[in-house]
C-alpha cells in the first residue's frame, strides 16, 4: 500500500479525496488512493479495505517501506515511522527536503488509534477559518498521529493512502 502525499500543501478547507484521486491518476497510478484523514463518514483506521489491513506493508513511491502493515500505525504509538525513509508526493518530491512544504506537519484529524476526532477536524475539513482546530501531526516526532492541534487556516501536508491493492 503506497502513502504518498499531495503535491501542495492544503488548508483545512479541502477536497482530499478528491485530490487524492486526481493526483494519483495524473501520476499514472492506477489503485484508488483516499485522504490520510478520518471525516465525518469514516474513521482513519478504517479507510483501507479490511482484507489489506494485515498482510500488506506501507510504502512510499520508492517502495521503502514506512509501516509492516496498515494496523501498525494505529497500534496506539502515534503511527511511529523512520524519518529516515522519505515520504514523497505524487510528483515525486521528497516532503521533508522540498520547500514546497514549509511547515513539515501532516493533517489528520485522529485519535493516536485513528479513531475520528470531530472536535479537531476543521469542521469535517470544510473549513480554512482561523478558530476551527484540526488535528496534525508534526513529521519531525517521527509520528504520523502525533497530537496536536492547529488552527485550520495552517497550510500542511495531506497524505494519500491506496486503499485497495491492485497486483
Not at 95 to 112: C, L, N, R
Request: aromatic share 10%.
Amino acid at each position: 500500500l503506497h502513502l504518498v502525499a499531495l503535491n501542495f500543501p492544503l488548508s483545512g478547507d479541502m477536497r482530499a479525496d478528491f485530490q487524492c484521486f486526481r493526483q494519483a491518476q495524473l501520476a499514472g497510478l492506477t489503485s484508488t488512493y483516499r485522504a490520510f484523514l478520518s471525516s465525518h463518514l469514516q474513521d482513519l483506521a478504517t479507510v483501507v479495505r479490511k482484507t489489506d489491513r494485515h498482510h500488506l506493508p506501507v510504502v512510499n513511491l520508492q517502495g521503502e517501506t514506512l509501516f509492516s502493515n496498515w494496523e501498525s500505525i494505529f497500534d496506539g504509538n502515534g503511527g511511529q515511522f523512520n524519518i529516515h525513509v522519505p515520504i514523497y508526493s505524487f510528483d515525486g518530491r521528497n516532503i521533508m527536503t522540498d520547500s514546497s512544504w514549509p511547515q513539515k506537519v501532516i493533517w489528520h484529524g485522529s485519535t493516536a488509534n485513528g479513531i475520528r476526532l470531530v472536535s479537531n477536524y476543521c469542521e469535517a475539513w470544510h473549513t480554512a477559518g482561523m478558530g476551527a482546530m484540526g488535528q496534525a501531526s508534526p513529521l519531525n516526532t517521527g509520528k504520523l498521529l502525533d497530537q496536536k492541534v492547529y488552527s485550520c487556516d495552517n497550510q500542511f501536508i495531506v497524505l494519500c493512502i491506496e486503499n485497495s491493492f491492485v497486483s
